[in-house]
């Protein structure tokens, strides 16, 4: 992943920003929720909920750039499962109808973790008496997926400073190793802060 993905999507000081945390989030499930079982061809109501994720963007101030960049990083997995319905009757309508959810839902979530800190998320999740093991998981992966990434740049980094050809095959081969050190060391690590944890009384 590019270090440009990881830029913030606005600047802090928005409206957005000051609302509620525990208000943003019931909004952002709710419109998910509602998007997902809405019909499959409401297209009034699919364009009435882009409108207004657009309006949200803008009083937000998005940077437009970083939102399209996270956008089309997460598109291709929307993508991979709406191509399935092109195998269905009437397969072209359904798989746009699957891809305009699938859109509204990521955008949905992409404006909301640009606008309100991970860490009030959990405080909303904690509030609401959610497992704390469930909590604690997920604030474990949101702190070291950012260091996975700089690993993985460390890596192709490397990689690429000892590699002197440039051809489709040693591109793949290339990308084999890193992934495959990168799961190695991913194990390791994990092994570490493990036992560190459990060495500082923490229970799961």
Known sequence: MRLSLLQP???????VHRWSPAFKLAGALGLILMVAWAPRFWWVVYA?????????????RVRWGAFLRRLLWLEPVAA????????????GRVFAAMMIK????LTTMIVLNGTTPFSQILAVLR?????????????LTHRY???????????????LSRTFQHNKTQVWRSLATVLGQLFLRTSERAERIY????ARGWKP
């Open 80 to 91: 991979g499962v709406a191509v399935l319905a092109l195998l269905q009757p009437d397969g």
């Open 195 to 198: 036992a560190a944890m459990c």
């Open 102 to 105: 699938s859109t509204l839902c």
């Open 9 to 15: 999507l606005c600047p802090p000081g928005s409206p």
């Open 48 to 60: 009435a909920v882009a409108g207004g994720l657009g309006l949200l963007m803008v009083v937000a």
């Open 127 to 139: 509030r609401c008496h959610l497992p704390g093991l469930l909590v604690t998981s997920l604030a």
């Open 145 to 159: 997926l950012f260091v996975l990434l700089e690993e993985t740049g460390r890596l192709r980094r490397a990689r």
